[in-house]
């Protein structure tokens, strides 16, 4: 990469650059970036922090990083440059796009849209519905997959309710398909792991449930991408969505993948540059504009080319090290976690499907007499654990599970319940690809110690969160 090589040999170089291989393949944790940071405690000195919050934004691998750090100094203009380095960045650009179709084994027809995030390629595929069509959603989903759809003119959104097994979710979309008909465009809209329990969704079934009445399925991958292989052939969905930042490539970017036909037949997402082919005058004073039928025709605008070379390196991590290797050791982990949180009796592990069900690594929880966030704010104070409490942006889900009426938490460090009521919000542990067997552990025993014997610090509510107080002495 330090030679200025010609325009061929130098996408040679970033490819290279992304093919060594990926550390992996083994049952230690993948390198990330972050993993020796240290964060002070508030009970005095220093410790590396515990990342366990992957499913809000996972950190970044060192391998994508370095792919970055590679392709830095030849950053251009995508689409437009007759220059040398916007040539080389618009190779890097579309050899993102044929490696994140082939990491999702996307058919020959299918497109691959960048976006900014889950939220955007779902809000864009929204956009992208035939005038008329039925969507069928879970009322369990996170609200990036929940809401696009009535936001839409001419859309008719039905919300299931929360299945309580894999099999009756795909009655259930059976029962409503079937009721339903006739129906022109119909489009059914599932997670494929759940942000709030981690626990897997039946998407091939649905996929089949849908497809045999004529509905087409989104697949919101957001949660699974990181942990699991998606085939979109294999898995038979017509899209799938998902975000870089969960993935190992905090750039900015997201993908929409699937069907064409919808996409190319809809109004551009967003009007602009790119994504026109030609515009001209018309007679009247007005414009005519001949849109893009590929993938550009959703991506006005100059493209955020790292973000997407982060994906594609991602992607390409990922592959390499093995998903056999990286599920076995995310299972071995989230054994090991569960067995700990099992050895506090107080901590009430949510889940819609039993406590069985085959799940990722994002486990939340609740623990008796304890307000999440002020227990949150322990762990992240007193152990340099970082997790995430609240609601998740999938209230209606939370909401059943907690059994209750989630409201803002009150006052932290006064109980969240009295015992035998319902919790009002809950915690959320999560990881992946990078984290260490440590991690676990020294959450496992965090959560054991603070149950056991209650923060060591005061804490109280600034700005809606809950903080340590610094005015105060450790007890
Ligand atoms: N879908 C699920 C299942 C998620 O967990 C999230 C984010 O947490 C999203 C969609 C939205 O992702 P983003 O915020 O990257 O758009």
Same mark, same amino acid.
């Given at each position: 990469?330090?030679?200025?090589?010609?325009?061929?040999?130098?996408?040679?170089?970033?490819?290279?650059?992304?093919?060594?291989?990926?550390?992996?393949?083994?049952?230690?944790?993948?390198?990330?970036? @972050?993993?020796?940071?240290?964060?002070?405690?508030?009970?005095? &000195?220093?410790?590396?922090?515990?990342?366990?919050?992957?499913?809000?934004?996972?950190?970044?691998?060192?391998?994508?990083?370095?792919?970055?750090?590679?392709?830095?100094? #030849? #950053?251009?203009?995508?689409?437009?440059?007759? @220059? #040398?380095?916007?040539?080389?960045?618009?190779?890097?650009?579309?050899?993102?796009?044929?490696?994140?179709?082939?990491?999702?084994?996307?058919?020959?027809?299918?497109?691959?849209?960048?976006?900014?995030?889950? +939220?955007?390629?779902?809000?864009? /595929?929204?956009?992208? /519905?035939?005038?008329?069509?039925?969507?069928?959603?879970?009322?369990?989903?996170?609200?990036?997959?929940?809401?696009?759809?009535?936001?839409?003119?001419?859309?008719? $959104?039905?919300?299931?309710?929360?299945? *309580?097994?894999?099999?009756?979710?795909?009655?259930?979309?059976?029962?409503?398909?079937?009721?339903?008909?006739?129906?022109? =465009?119909?489009?059914?809209?599932?997670?494929?792991?759940?942000?709030?329990?981690?626990?897997?969704?039946?998407?091939?079934?649905?996929?089949?449930?849908?497809?045999? *009445?004529?509905?087409?399925?989104?697949?919101?991958?957001?949660?699974?991408?990181?942990?699991?292989?998606?085939?979109?052939?294999?898995?038979?969905?017509?899209?799938?969505?998902?975000?870089?930042?969960?993935? #190992?490539?905090?750039?900015?970017?997201?993908?929409?993948?699937?069907?064409?036909?919808?996409?190319?037949?809809?109004?551009?997402?967003?009007?602009?540059? &790119? !994504?026109?082919? +030609?515009?001209?005058?018309?007679?009247?004073?007005?414009?005519?504009?001949?849109?893009? +039928?590929?993938?550009?025709?959703?991506?006005?605008?100059?493209?955020?080319?790292?973000?997407?070379? !982060?994906?594609?390196?991602?992607?390409?991590?990922?592959?390499?090290?093995?998903?056999?290797?990286?599920?076995?050791?995310?299972?071995?982990?989230?054994?090991?976690?569960?067995?700990?949180?099992?050895?506090? =009796?107080?901590?009430?592990?949510?889940?819609?499907?039993?406590?069985?069900? =085959?799940?990722? &690594? $994002?486990?939340?929880?609740?623990?008796?007499?304890?307000?999440?966030?002020?227990?949150?704010?322990?762990?992240?104070?007193?152990?340099?654990?970082?997790?995430?409490?609240? /609601?998740?942006?999938?209230?209606?889900?939370?909401?059943?599970?907690?059994?209750?009426?989630?409201?803002?938490?009150?006052?932290?460090?006064?109980?969240?319940?009295?015992?035998?009521?319902?919790?009002?919000?809950?915690?959320?542990?999560?990881?992946?690809?990078?984290?260490?067997?440590?991690?676990?552990? *020294?959450?496992?025993?965090?959560?054991?110690?603070?149950? *056991?014997?209650?923060?060591?610090?005061?804490?109280?509510?600034?700005? @809606?969160?809950?903080?340590?107080?610094? @005015?105060?002495?450790?007890?």
């Amino acid at each position: 990469m330090s030679a200025r090589p010609a325009a061929p040999a130098a996408s040679a170089a970033l490819s290279a650059a992304s093919a060594d291989p990926a550390p992996g393949a083994t049952d230690g944790p993948l390198p990330v970036l @972050g993993r020796d940071v240290l964060v002070p405690l508030v009970t005095g &000195g220093e410790v590396t922090y515990a990342a366990l919050d992957y499913a809000a934004s996972a950190p970044a691998l060192q391998r994508v990083w370095d792919d970055v750090a590679a392709y830095a100094p #030849y #950053y251009g203009s995508v689409h437009r440059g007759a @220059g #040398y380095l916007s040539q080389l960045s618009t190779d890097l650009f579309e050899n993102s796009r044929a490696a994140v179709a082939r990491f999702l084994g996307c058919r020959d027809e299918d497109q691959v849209v960048f976006t900014r995030s889950t +939220t955007d390629s779902l809000n864009l /595929l929204a956009s992208a /519905l035939p005038h008329g069509t039925r969507v069928f959603v879970f009322e369990t989903e996170h609200h990036a997959s929940l809401l696009p759809w009535q936001q839409r003119a001419g859309v008719d $959104v039905t919300y299931l309710g929360a299945p *309580r097994a894999p099999e009756q979710a795909v009655e259930a979309l059976e029962r409503a398909l079937a009721a339903r008909e006739p129906y022109g =465009p119909a489009l059914v809209c599932v997670t494929g792991a759940s942000n709030v329990t981690g626990e897997l969704w039946p998407v091939r079934e649905l996929a089949a449930a849908a497809h045999a *009445r004529g509905a087409r399925i989104v697949l919101d991958a957001a949660q699974l991408v990181p942990h699991h292989p998606v085939d979109i052939g294999a898995l038979d969905v017509d899209w799938v969505a998902f975000s870089g930042h969960k993935l #190992y490539a905090p750039f900015g970017s997201g993908v929409l993948a699937g069907r064409a036909d919808w996409l190319r037949d809809a109004e551009p997402y967003l009007a602009g540059g &790119g !994504a026109s082919r +030609t515009v001209s005058r018309r007679a009247d004073g007005g414009v005519d504009v001949d849109w893009h +039928t590929t993938a550009a025709r959703h991506e006005a605008g100059s493209p955020n080319v790292i973000g997407v070379h !982060a994906i594609a390196s991602a992607c390409k991590a990922l592959t390499e090290a093995g998903f056999d290797a990286l599920v076995a050791r995310e299972q071995r982990l989230l054994a090991r976690l569960r067995e700990g949180l099992a050895r506090v =009796p107080e901590v009430k592990v949510l889940s819609l499907f039993g406590e069985d069900a =085959p799940r990722v &690594g $994002v486990i939340s929880f609740v623990v008796e007499g304890w307000n999440s966030s002020h227990f949150a704010a322990a762990l992240s104070a007193e152990y340099g654990i970082g997790v995430r409490d609240g /609601l998740f942006c999938a209230h209606p889900l939370v909401r059943t599970l907690l059994g209750g009426e989630p409201e803002p938490p009150g006052e932290c460090g006064a109980p969240d319940a009295a015992p035998g009521e319902p919790s009002l919000n809950a915690i959320r542990v999560s990881f992946g690809a990078g984290t260490p067997d440590e991690h676990i552990d *020294r959450f496992a025993d965090a959560v054991q110690q603070l149950v *056991r014997d209650g923060a060591r610090w005061s804490y109280r509510t600034e700005d @809606g969160r809950c903080v340590p107080d610094r @005015g105060t002495t450790v007890a």
